[in-house]
């Protein structure tokens, strides 16, 4: 019953920007971890961000460091991802992520619920 559900994917040019928001329904996550991956077209699910529980505390990807942050709010029971300077390679389905246990956490085997994923496409 407990429910992720992202929005915000779409189409960006090469360098352009975009937002992706995650609420959580069924389910306070305040006291919890959250995250974001994507899966490349043919590859793994892949790490991108996460955050600690209050905020604190972040970690992301070498790949996305400088260039995208994970906001959260806890009044609104939502985690964002915010990238900026995309590049094509980056083209993939993000999935938010959320874990039942507290620390901070790169690995998708440490999450528990997950969104169904939203697409995100970059032209070059």
């Known amino acids: 019953q407990v429910r992720l559900v992202e929005s915000g994917g779409g189409l960006v040019q090469a360098g352009g920007s975009l937002k992706l928001s995650c609420e959580a329904f069924?389910?306070?996550?305040?006291?919890?971890?959250m995250a974001w991956f994507r899966r490349v077209r043919g590859k793994e699910r892949q790490f991108v961000a996460a955050?600690?529980?209050?905020?604190?505390?972040?970690v992301y990807a070498d790949s996305v460091k400088g260039r995208f942050t994970i906001p959260r709010e806890h009044a609104n029971n939502a985690v964002y991802l915010q990238m900026n300077d995309l590049q094509p390679e980056e083209a993939a389905v993000y999935y938010c992520?959320?874990?039942?246990?507290?620390?901070?956490?790169?690995?998708?085997?440490?999450?528990?619920?997950w969104g169904q994923g939203t697409q995100v496409t970059v032209s070059s």
């Open positions: 069924g389910r306070t996550f305040n006291s919890n971890p």
């Open positions: 992520a959320a874990s039942a246990n507290n620390g901070i956490y790169s690995n998708t085997y440490e999450y528990s619920y």
């Open positions: 955050i600690n529980w209050n905020g604190g505390s972040t």
